[in-house]
């Protein structure tokens, strides 16, 4: 949900003024900034935009083999709970792709003149030695790879982002991953969906949280073909369900236990 966002799960205080004209006051909007060096393309028929970044250029100015001086740089600027955040990302072309904003109830209101619209897909990719970087503020993770895919979410399904690299870099409030992609689905309008999916070969390294230097990873997590965690409630309480196919592998380095399997779930 990068350039979407995540809802808002908490109802706005509303002013006084609010309740006596019965209009709840619209919730303070995210602020998407792009730059870019290079050339900007916006077809207003097709309702596509794309920046570039410029070529790089090498000692004498010439070439196109390092890396670029300035590269597109979008920040999402929000504000959650209370605190103000910064999503970023940098990549050398952003493609996007705008629609009307739906309805809140499903579908388009195509006799809508207003104009309002918002990012339908969007693709960040690299040109040669520059990485396409994710930094989120306000999920604590960042990731580094050649590219990433964004699609906004629909009256059924969440917002949909793809990461891809060789390899594809993670982190998420200190653990590690590394993988050659990663699908993130995000919660629907009803809560539902939220699942990720990565393909392998891949390892997770995670962070000790009793380490107060937080820079040791005694939990190893190996996979061959794919990763899957999936939310099941069970008992009034919910777990993140975690499969790992093909050549899995479960090792604690502290309690110096492994488990090795070609399918292992496990539910944390």
């Known amino acids: 949900g990068f350039l979407g966002g995540a809802p808002n799960k908490k109802k706005p205080v509303q002013p006084a003024a609010a309740f006596l004209d019965a209009k709840p006051a619209p919730p303070e909007k995210a602020h998407i900034d792009i730059h870019t060096g290079g050339p900007f393309v916006y077809d207003l028929v097709k309702e596509i935009a794309w920046f570039e970044s410029p070529p790089a250029r090498d000692s004498k100015g010439k070439g196109e083999d390092l890396f670029a001086p300035d590269q597109v740089h979008v920040q999402r600027r929000q504000k959650v709970d209370g605190a103000e955040k910064f999503d970023q990302l940098t990549c050398d072309r952003l493609d996007l792709q705008f629609r009307k904003k739906p309805n809140p109830n499903g579908g388009v209101n195509l006799a809508d003149q207003s104009g309002d619209k918002e990012i339908e897909t969007a693709k960040a990719t690299r040109r040669d030695v520059n990485d396409v970087t994710l930094s989120l503020d306000s999920e604590g993770m960042s990731a580094y790879g050649s590219e990433m895919f964004y699609r906004a979410g629909d009256a059924v399904h969440g917002p949909l982002t793809i990461l891809k690299g060789h390899p594809l870099k993670t982190s998420k409030d200190g653990h590690k991953m590394e993988c050659k ?13 939220q699942k990720a999916w990565s393909r392998g070969p891949g390892k997770i390294d995670l962070l000790d949280a009793k380490d ?24 009034g309480q919910v777990f993140d369900l975690m499969t790992v196919d093909g050549e899995a592998a479960f090792i604690d380095d502290l309690q110096h236990q492994e488990l090795h399997g070609e399918k292992i779930s496990v539910w944390m």
């Open 181 to 193: 992609e990663l699908h993130l689905f995000a919660a629907n309008r009803f809560g539902e969906g």
């Open 212 to 235: 107060p230097t937080k820079s040791t990873f005694p939990t190893h997590i190996i996979y061959r073909d794919t990763l899957t965690v999936t939310k099941e409630k069970e008992g």
